[in-house]
């Protein structure tokens, strides 16, 4: 610890008196300055031990002591030295009570001790407690480094916690706390996410300091990563500001976990690389080498009904700036899908393929409500501009028919883009109409094409085709139904009919003709919503 007036005291060739303040002798000295100004208060730092002969001084006035001695005590002044034997055969009673009234330490300089003597004593202190500190952290260093190397991130985490005599946490991309010391401390990190979150829109490196949950202790937050966007967050919790030891422990403490999440970003890489070609080996309808090539990197999430999500980012082009917004959509929904898996412990295979994310996981998991969440949350927030994400997700599979899974994704990809919607399940497309989709801007020119010349007719007032055609679709041809639902003999009912072939030039009983005009008729008619 650095020196205090109790160890200048106590200090044998110093031979200090203590007049005034005995109860303050623990303040630390920050340094020892001389200064003979009737007012030195604009040259001090605070924490100084300001050493004076009274020369210009009327140190036995009381009024102007009080002054002097209040002013130092304000400025943060931590003790006075005063030389007897030079001005003042000794330290003048106003100076002393002024002193005592202001509970400003008062220690009286015998003549035989120089002001030098006790301006080397706080430097050699000062020095010996950096030595010290620097010391210490180069022990606390090591430590660090045999704990992240025996037991990684939990063990670093530990030894941290120790150090500072506090607690540390680790937070992956997301924000979601990973590892945690002591186990206490899980909790009261998560509360912390919204300032992790915060934190992580900084470009590394970027730290912060915030009051912990209920003001319960000093919490710093740093981010950890070398790339633009952080890899993850490591907070460190204490009582009070961290000395210097501690402080070379946190330092050590973020180098080792960035070196670490840069060796994690390696390996993740590679695994990507490897889940790029089992996924292009399913694909191919080769289950057995994909499960071959796999091995255990992805658990038993070949041997598991799973689901392919395929995503992709509403807009294309649009510069620099416009590719780091999609490249960030995607990589938002990949950071979902891995912390949602590292948090539960399920296997997922996430394939980047240029502006596309492809990710396989089990059905019925976390990886899958959590990209679903995502997805709804993006939904929420109506973000409709280029470059927002688009998902598609399968129905559940296995390595069999992986390949008709993905052509399932990437349909309901397609409904979802048109539809301006952020997420579609095959599924759902399965299990509701196909008039939806009949909202197609290609799908109503071509019926309005097919219906133009019975509307063009009907126009000249010389008969209802198009309602005839309606009605004798919804009947499915049945005359006598349709005629009475037109108020009108069936006769006149089929007299339109053949009118409607003609001018068509096609034939009623091709049933492909009349799916084709009855859905022609929904498309155009607004019924199709």
Same mark, same amino acid.
């Given at each position: 610890?650095?020196?205090?007036?109790?160890?200048?005291?106590?200090?044998?060739?110093?031979?200090?008196?203590?007049?005034?303040?005995?109860?303050?002798?623990?303040?630390?000295?920050?340094?020892?300055?001389?200064?003979?100004?009737?007012?030195?208060?604009?040259?001090?730092?605070?924490?100084?031990?300001?050493?004076?002969?009274?020369?210009?001084?009327?140190?036995?006035?009381? %009024?102007?002591?009080?002054?002097?001695?209040?002013?130092?005590?304000?400025?943060?002044?931590?003790?006075?030295? +005063?030389?007897?034997?030079?001005?003042?055969?000794?330290?003048?009673?106003?100076?002393?009570?002024?002193?005592?009234?202001?509970?400003?330490?008062?220690?009286?300089?015998? !003549?035989?001790?120089? +002001?030098?003597?006790?301006?080397?004593?706080? @430097?050699? &202190?000062?020095?010996?407690?950096?030595? !010290?500190?620097?010391?210490?952290? +180069?022990?606390?260093?090591?430590?660090?480094?045999?704990?992240?190397?025996?037991?990684?991130?939990?063990?670093?985490?530990?030894?941290?916690?120790?150090?500072?005599?506090?607690?540390?946490?680790?937070?992956?991309?997301?924000?979601?706390?990973?590892?945690?010391?002591?186990?206490? =401390?899980?909790?009261?990190? *998560?509360?912390?996410?919204?300032?992790?979150?915060?934190?992580?829109?900084?470009?590394?490196? &970027?730290?912060?300091?915030?009051?912990?949950?209920?003001?319960?202790?000093?919490? %710093?937050?740093?981010?950890?990563?070398?790339?633009?966007?952080?890899?993850?967050?490591?907070?460190?919790?204490?009582?009070?500001?961290?000395?210097?030891?501690?402080?070379? =422990?946190?330092?050590?403490?973020? *180098?080792?976990?960035?070196?670490?999440?840069?060796?994690?970003? @390696?390996?993740?890489?590679?695994?990507?690389?490897?889940?790029?070609?089992?996924? !292009?080996?399913?694909?191919?309808?080769?289950?057995?080498?994909?499960?071959?090539?796999?091995?255990?990197?992805?658990?038993?999430?070949?041997?598991?009904?799973?689901?392919?999500?395929?995503?992709?980012?509403?807009?294309?082009?649009?510069?620099?700036?416009?590719?780091?917004?999609?490249?960030?959509?995607?990589?938002?929904?990949?950071?979902?899908?891995?912390?949602?898996?590292?948090?539960?412990?399920?296997?997922?295979?996430?394939?980047?393929?240029?502006?596309?994310?492809?990710?396989?996981? *089990?059905?019925?998991?976390?990886?899958?409500? =959590?990209?679903?969440?995502?997805?709804?949350?993006?939904?929420?927030?109506?973000?409709?501009?280029?470059?927002?994400?688009?998902?598609?997700?399968?129905?559940?599979?296995?390595?069999?028919?992986?390949?008709?899974?993905?052509?399932?994704?990437?349909?309901?990809?397609?409904?979802?883009?048109?539809?301006?919607?952020?997420?579609?399940?095959?599924?759902?497309?399965?299990?509701?109409?196909?008039?939806?989709?009949?909202?197609?801007?290609?799908?109503?020119?071509?019926?309005?094409?097919?219906?133009? *010349?019975?509307?063009?007719?009907?126009?000249?007032?010389?008969?209802?085709?198009?309602?005839?055609?309606?009605?004798?679709?919804?009947?499915?041809?049945?005359?006598?139904?349709?005629?009475?639902?037109?108020?009108?003999?069936?006769?006149?009912?089929?007299?339109?009919?053949?009118?409607?072939?003609?001018?068509?030039?096609?034939?009623?009983?091709?049933?492909?003709?009349?799916?084709?005009?009855?859905? &022609?008729?929904?498309?155009?008619?607004?019924?199709?919503?």
């Amino acid at each position: 610890m650095p020196p205090t007036l109790a160890s200048l005291v106590h200090h044998s060739a110093l031979k200090l008196t203590v007049r005034a303040g005995e109860d303050r002798l623990d303040a630390p000295v920050r340094w020892a300055h001389a200064s003979e100004l009737a007012d030195p208060v604009p040259y001090m730092e605070g924490g100084e031990l300001l050493l004076i002969t009274a020369l210009k001084l009327d140190a036995e006035d009381r %009024e102007a002591m009080r002054r002097y001695v209040k002013r130092l005590a304000g400025a943060g002044v931590v003790g006075l030295g +005063f030389a007897v034997g030079v001005h003042y055969d000794d330290i003048p009673e106003a100076l002393v009570e002024a002193a005592r009234e202001e509970g400003l330490p008062l220690l009286e300089v015998p !003549r035989r001790t120089p +002001f030098l003597a006790i301006s080397k004593a706080v @430097s050699a &202190a000062i020095a010996a407690d950096q030595y !010290r500190a620097v010391t210490a952290g +180069f022990a606390a260093q090591r430590e660090l480094t045999r704990q992240t190397l025996t037991d990684g991130p939990e063990g670093l985490l530990a030894a941290l916690a120790s150090q500072v005599d506090g607690w540390a946490a680790l937070y992956d991309a997301s924000g979601a706390v990973v590892a945690a010391a002591p186990d206490w =401390a899980g909790r009261r990190a *998560a509360r912390l996410t919204a300032e992790v979150t915060r934190l992580r829109e900084r470009p590394t490196p &970027a730290s912060s300091v915030v009051a912990g949950p209920e003001n319960e202790d000093r919490v %710093e937050l740093h981010s950890l990563g070398t790339g633009r966007r952080p890899r993850a967050a490591l907070a460190v919790g204490t009582a009070s500001a961290p000395g210097t030891a501690e402080r070379y =422990a946190v330092h050590s403490a973020v *180098a080792l976990l960035t070196l670490t999440t840069e060796r994690s970003r @390696s390996l993740y890489a590679a695994e990507q690389r490897i889940g790029a070609a089992v996924l !292009r080996m399913l694909l191919a309808g080769e289950p057995d080498h994909a499960r071959a090539v796999a091995g255990d990197v992805y658990g038993g999430l070949l041997d598991a009904p799973f689901r392919i999500i395929v995503a992709e980012t509403g807009g294309g082009g649009g510069g620099r700036a416009q590719g780091d917004a999609n490249g960030d959509a995607l990589g938002a929904l990949a950071e979902a899908a891995e912390s949602a898996a590292a948090r539960s412990g399920e296997p997922v295979l996430a394939v980047p393929e240029g502006e596309r994310l492809v990710v396989l996981a *089990a059905d019925g998991g976390t990886v899958v409500s =959590a990209c679903c969440e995502h997805a709804a949350a993006r939904e929420a927030a109506r973000r409709s501009e280029d470059g927002d994400l688009v998902v598609g997700l399968s129905a559940p599979a296995g390595p069999i028919t992986a390949s008709a899974a993905y052509k399932q994704a990437e349909q309901a990809l397609s409904v979802a883009r048109r539809r301006g919607r952020v997420l579609v399940e095959h599924e759902q497309m399965a299990a509701g109409s196909v008039l939806p989709l009949l909202a197609d801007d290609a799908v109503k020119a071509f019926a309005d094409g097919l219906l133009r *010349a019975l509307r063009d007719h009907d126009a000249t007032g010389r008969g209802d085709l198009v309602a005839s055609l309606r009605a004798w679709l919804s009947r499915h041809g049945q005359w006598d139904a349709a005629a009475a639902d037109l108020g009108v003999h069936r006769h006149t009912l089929r007299y339109r009919m053949r009118r409607v072939e003609e001018i068509l030039g096609r034939s009623l009983d091709d049933p492909d003709v009349r799916m084709e005009l009855w859905l &022609a008729l929904k498309a155009t008619a607004g019924e199709a919503g």
